[in-house]
């Protein structure tokens, strides 16, 4: 069964500094990929997302993320995080297997702070 | 820009009791999930939901729930009688296509007592 690792439950970071958050996963077939970010009392918005392609993937608010098929991975970064990217950060696998639309599996996700 | 609503915010409710969990989906997607996330843990695929019936469940989707698009708007999760592990929060998502990325609404937190 598919399954995502974060490895790491929270990171602190100052403001201006560069991010990277970590992410494995384990899946048999070509994977879709995902990021999301919940902010508190707020629903899970999507980051970025890698289907096929080009293996760097672009998303919004500055944040991409590298897909790494040797080493199952799909680490997410930004150059510069702001005081607004405090949030929680979740990786997520898609799993096409089970039926005619996928399913994600979830990382436990990362927390984020960023001190100023 | 349309989004995902859920109703309530919050709910409270005694074990054995049933709730209903109330999701607006995005208006021309097709495709509708519910996902679950217990304090402290993942974030859980429940059931998706395509051509008004369960294209996929999970083991936690026992016979306990059930799924309904009653109209062309709302989505609903029933929990027929709640367990304390039903604790959690909600969240519905839509989608427009198979292959599209998943909405999120903000989810529901439900507290069994």
């Known amino acids: 069964a598919q399954s995502v690792t974060q490895p790491d439950i929270h990171i602190t970071v100052s403001e201006g500094a560069s991010l990277e958050l970590r992410c494995n996963y384990s899946?048999?077939?070509?994977?879709?990929l995902f990021w999301y970010v919940q902010s508190p009392g707020q629903g899970l918005q999507l980051l970025l997302k890698?289907?096929?392609?080009?293996?760097l993937v672009q998303g919004i608010k500055g944040f991409e993320a590298e897909f790494k098929r040797s080493q199952s991975s799909f680490n997410l970064r930004k150059p510069s995080v702001h005081w607004s990217d405090a949030a929680e950060y979740f990786c997520?696998?898609?799993?096409?297997?089970?039926?005619?639309?996928?399913?994600?599996?979830f990382g436990k996700g990362t927390l984020l702070t960023v001190n100023p | 820009e349309p989004e995902v609503t859920q109703t309530p915010s919050h709910q409270v409710t005694q074990m054995g009791q049933e709730v209903i969990l109330r999701c607006v989906p995005i208006?021309?997607?097709?495709?509708f999930y519910w996902y679950r996330q217990i304090l402290g843990q993942k974030v859980e695929f429940l059931v998706s939901?395509?051509?008004?019936?369960?294209?996929?469940k999970s083991e936690i989707f026992d016979d306990q729930f059930s799924v309904e698009r009653p109209d062309g708007s709302n989505f609903t999760l029933k929990i027929r009688s709640t367990k304390l592990e039903d604790s959690a929060m909600y969240f519905c998502?839509?989608?427009?296509?198979?292959?599209?990325?998943?909405?999120f609404g903000p989810g529901t937190r439900l507290t069994v007592l």
């Open positions: 997520a696998v898609g799993d096409l297997q089970g039926g005619s639309n996928y399913k994600l599996t």
């Open positions: 899946y048999g077939a070509t994977p879709y």
């Open positions: 939901f395509y051509n008004n019936e369960i294209s996929e």
């Open positions: 208006s021309n997607h097709l495709y």
């Open positions: 998502a839509s989608s427009p296509g198979q292959y599209n990325e998943q909405f």
């Open positions: 890698y289907f096929s392609g080009d293996t």
